[in-house]
Nanobody
Framework: QVQLVESGGGLVQAGGSLRLSCAAS????????MGWFRQAPGKEREFVAA????????YYADSVKGRFAISRDNAKNTGYLRINSLKPEDTAVYYC???????????????????WGQGTQVTVSS
């Protein structure tokens, strides 16, 4: 069973930056589309960003466009989410997710993803 492990979360001040990482326990990571989702207390899990198997296609929620950047390094079996200009409303648990796919577009709905990490907490102080 493929496992995803996130890291890089923490407590940051508003305006700061973080880079989240998602390490996959498979050498065939390049066959997977990958996404990032977040869930704030009392709210549903929401789509943040996604990237195709090749890294050539990226997708973002409107609320994070221009501040978030998703990327991947298939040689390292790792995906990333760069978060700039953090806002208090970005506070949430961030999850990476993946599913087997070498096509585009990449899904933005959680139900399409069958692999999930345990989540990493991002807290933004004002």
């Amino acid at each position: 069973q493929v496992q995803l492990v996130e890291s890089g979360g923490g407590l940051v001040q508003a305006g700061g930056s973080l880079r989240l990482s998602c390490a996959a326990s498979t050498r065939t990571f390049s066959r997977y589309a990958m996404g990032w989702f977040r869930q704030a207390p009392g709210k549903e899990r929401e789509f943040v960003a996604a990237i195709s198997w090749s890294g050539l296609s990226t997708y973002y929620a409107d609320s994070v466009k221009g501040r978030f950047a998703i990327s991947r390094d298939n040689a390292k079996n790792t995906g990333y989410l760069r978060i700039n200009s953090l806002k208090p409303e970005d506070t949430a648990v961030y999850y990476c997710a993946a599913y087997l796919s070498t096509t585009t577009p990449v899904a933005a709905t959680p139900v399409a993803y069958n692999l999930w990490g345990q989540g990493t907490q991002v807290t933004v102080s004002s």
